[in-house]
């Protein structure tokens, strides 16, 4: 039987601010989607919940871009953003781009991850969730779980892995995307991938037997509004164990926080910081960026979890770590690197700031030269 993993999210109201999701809200969220899991549209269900947005897990049997499985979580951040604007939550709604469903919720605002296998006799896999910061984050950490052998010993070591893996990789604004099999095409990844604002690593796929290994949400929110409307905070499913990294390589590039972008107003570098469940709600400078790491077993399309995988003591130095990063990049205020480069600022006042500015620009050569001649002409009278 092949069963369908889906992680549908979308931040409907922030609570205060853009920092934490409100119960009521999560409830209502919840409550929909276990109907429809009495109704038999679903096997399984589970909520989780990052900063201010929430994902809808869910497991089936309809496959990939279904349009039922697409309605329930449409109509779950709709029946969402009725309590969130009762309660005038902070940006109720934001991430339903539209008014109506139209058979599938890709484009509509919400991200969406979803991969379908056949359930392995034990089935590990592990759903991260992250708040203030783009799909792009999972560039690094992606590279190091799947191509990096100092990072993942099973590369060298799990013949089943020793073939490598391919990298599915999207430019965000041709919407054109590029397979790349590492480690033979190793360097040409990280060429593209390390550039965080264009390219996005959509999928990862086994060499070995083609089977899917890990899957990112790749919506990049401000490109498809025009205009700025939140940062399009990512999910991404990884499988584990047997032929796949196990637990351990996957989590262990969170150990080392990077800088992501995403912090204060979309518009700045921070620490991705890993954290507990309970410790997912941003508040400094409105971050720093967070992710979460929650850990389910499968078993016959059940959800077997969550476990809170960054809860791990293990992890304290990074937390640690990230926020002295944070320190650093604070100091440097609205310059960069701390704020983004100018063309990453092209969906907010900058474009604005400029055009206002544009008659007031001139040639500074030029006037230098002018000035020069009328001087020259002062000293011949
Ligand atoms: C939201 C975010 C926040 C907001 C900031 C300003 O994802 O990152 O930093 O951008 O709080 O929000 P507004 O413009 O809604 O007042
Ligand atoms: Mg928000
Ligand atoms: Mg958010």
Same mark, same amino acid.
Request: hydrophobic share 40%.
């Given at each position: 039987m092949k069963l369908t993993f889906s992680v549908i999210k979308a931040d409907i109201g922030g609570y205060v601010g853009h920092s934490d999701t409100h119960p009521e809200v999560v409830e209502t969220v919840k409550k929909v989607i276990e109907e429809e899991k009495e109704k038999g549209n679903l096997i399984d269900c589970n909520i989780l919940t990052c900063g201010d947005d929430i994902a809808i897990v869910m497991t089936h049997t309809h496959g990939v871009d279904n349009e039922v499985v697409h309605r329930i979580a449409w109509n779950a951040f709709e029946k969402g953003t009725e309590v969130a604007k009762k309660l005038k939550l902070?940006? *109720?709604?934001? +991430?339903?781009?539209? +008014?109506a469903f139209s058979g599938n919720i890709k484009g509509l605002g919400p991200g969406v991850a979803e991969m379908e296998f056949e359930e392995r006799p034990s089935e590990p896999l592990i759903v991260f969730f992250a708040d203030k910061t783009s799909p792009s984050a999972w560039n690094l950490p992606l590279y190091e779980m799947f191509a990096d052998p100092m990072n993942t010993a099973g590369l060298v070591i799990d013949p089943k892995m020793h073939d490598g893996y391919t990298f599915e990789v999207l430019d965000v604004y041709s919407g054109k995307a590029v397979k790349l099999s590492t480690p033979a095409e190793l360097y040409d990844l990280l060429a593209l991938i390390g550039s965080v604002g264009k390219y996005v690593v959509k999928n990862v796929y086994r060499n070995y037997d083609g089977e899917i290994a890990a899957t990112a949400s790749t919506q990049k929110l401000s490109l498809m509004a025009g205009q700025y409307v939140g940062k399009d905070d990512p999910v991404m499913v990884v499988r584990a164990q047997s032929g796949f990294p196990a637990v351990g390589e996957i989590l262990e590039p969170f150990a080392r926080p990077w800088i992501v972008e995403g912090w204060m107003r979309g518009s700045h570098n921070g620490p991705l910081m890993p954290v507990s469940f309970e410790d997912a709600r941003p508040s400094r400078f409105d971050g720093p960026p967070r992710v979460i790491a929650a850990g389910f077993q499968l078993a016959q399309g059940k959800l077997v979890g969550p476990t809170?995988? @960054?809860? +791990?003591? *293990? @992890?304290d130095k990074a937390r640690v770590r990230a926020q002295d990063m944070a320190d650093i990049l604070r100091r440097q205020g609205i310059f960069e690197p701390h704020r983004l480069p100018a063309e990453e600022m092209e969906y907010t006042t900058l474009p604005k700031i400029l055009k206002k500015l544009e008659g007031r620009f001139y040639d500074i050569e030029e006037q230098r030269l002018e000035k020069g001649q009328v001087m020259e002409k002062e000293d011949m009278d």
């Open positions: 902070y940006g *109720a709604g934001q +991430d339903l781009l539209t +008014d809170d995988m @960054f809860r +791990d003591p *293990a @992890f």
